[in-house]
């Protein structure tokens, strides 16, 4: 199940927050290979430093995640933690991470969370993918400077929120106030156990006035029709409606996609907003003009018996996403590929910062 493989550190590329890029050559084989290493995890490593690899996503041809991944430094072990924290993500697996939440009896925000039960109407703009996030920002962000935005990340894809260069440049460039990791994925400005606990963190600890909920990078799909973990974009409209938030349904939308079940709006969000999501949502479909503009809206109309479906002007978006700090990229197309999809989740972040008004 692991490809397991002997290396030796050749240089180090670049860095990022709580991540090192690496490249690598296996031995006895003689390969270079690209690498990453979680520093917290694993320790930093230096050129020369003997490294034990797992390679499996370079063999199976990932796209967004497709580096060797450091397991150790079997000969400079890095020394034991010295934290309080009891809870363990990854658990039971050889790399189990034992890390604080905020929501365990021993974090100094404990008391706080113990009784917090409700998000006071907090919009939150629910995302399928992790490459909507800086596009939900620059919205926001253009529509209602200086909104504090948090940022939490389920464990659908990437587990350590370090991987996301994107997260880390967005938290750099001052657009996100923090970040919250939940379920088995860890790494954020705060943990904890659940997207039920996380959300309310980000209101009540980080400060948030908005929240944007995705799965980390790399999603999983297997071209089935429950066979996804943007599922979990359904259930995070349960849980912002079960604590009190104002849940806002971004739509994965594509006018290039070349796989059909993704073209138009995707299947993942009509079978999430639509089977899976049990509470009601403000469905944002953004305005798009001719007859994909059509195809789209006519797509989301049987889930008006559920959500509430909003159609927001898309007018001035495409100048907000080129002033992102970041590359925006999602499978592989940037914005001028893929317009569609960046303006269907700009237009979730319009409509969620209208609704904070003045406030």
């Keep these: 199940m692991i490809r397991w493989r002997d290396g030796e550190v050749l240089s180090v590329r670049r860095e990022w927050a709580g991540t090192v890029e690496l490249t690598v050559r296996t031995k006895p084989e003689g390969d270079e290979l690209p690498a990453l290493a979680y520093p ?83 919009p939150v703009v629910i995302a399928d993918l992790h490459s909507a996030l800086p596009a939900i920002c620059a919205a926001v962000l253009a529509a209602r400077p200086g909104t504090r935005i948090a940022y939490v990340m389920s464990d659908g894809g990437a587990l350590p929120l370090w991987f996301s260069r994107t997260a880390a440049e967005l938290r750099r460039a001052g657009w996100l106030l923090g970040s919250v990791t939940v379920g088995q994925s860890f790494g954020g400005d705060l943990e904890a156990v659940t ?11 980080l400060g948030a006035e908005l929240t944007v909920v995705s799965q980390g990078p790399g999603n999983l799909g297997t071209g089935t029709r429950w066979g996804f973990s943007g599922v979990s ?28 079940r993704h073209r138009g709006v995707s299947h993942h969000s009509l079978t999430a907003y639509g089977r899976v999501a049990l509470a009601s949502a403000d469905l944002v479909v953004p305005d798009l003009p001719g007859p994909f503009g059509d195809q789209v809206r006519d797509a989301v109309e049987p889930l008006r018996t559920r959500h509430r479906v909003v159609r927001v002007p898309v007018d001035g978006l495409l100048d907000a996403l080129r002033r992102a700090p970041v590359k925006l990229s999602t499978m592989g197309r940037g914005l001028d590929e893929d317009t ?20």
């Excluded at 997207?195 to 600890?205: F, K, W």
């Excluded at 999809?341 to 969620?352: C, D, E, I, K, V």
């Design 233 to 260: 974009s359904g259930e995070a409209v349960n849980a912002v409606a079960a604590l009190d938030g104002r849940p806002v349904g971004s739509l994965r939308v594509s006018e290039a996609d070349p796989r059909p």
């Design 40 to 122: 917290a995890l694993v320790g930093r490593p230096e050129p020369g430093d003997r490294v034990l690899l797992n390679t499996n996503a370079l063999a199976l041809g990932l796209g967004t995640g497709g580096y060797a991944l450091v397991v150790a430094l079997p000969d400079r072990l890095p020394p034991d933690p010295d934290f309080p924290g009891h809870l363990v993500k990854a658990r039971y697996t050889p790399l189990q991470a034992v890390v604080q939440g905020a929501d365990e009896q021993d974090s100094p925000h404990h008391d706080l969370l113990r009784e917090a039960d409700s998000l006071d109407g907090m």
């Design 195 to 205: 997207l039920h606990t996380g959300l309310l963190a980000a209101r009540h600890v």
């Design 340 to 359: 569609a999809y960046f303006l269907a989740a700009a237009a979730a972040g319009r409509y969620a910062a209208a609704l904070l008004g003045d406030r």
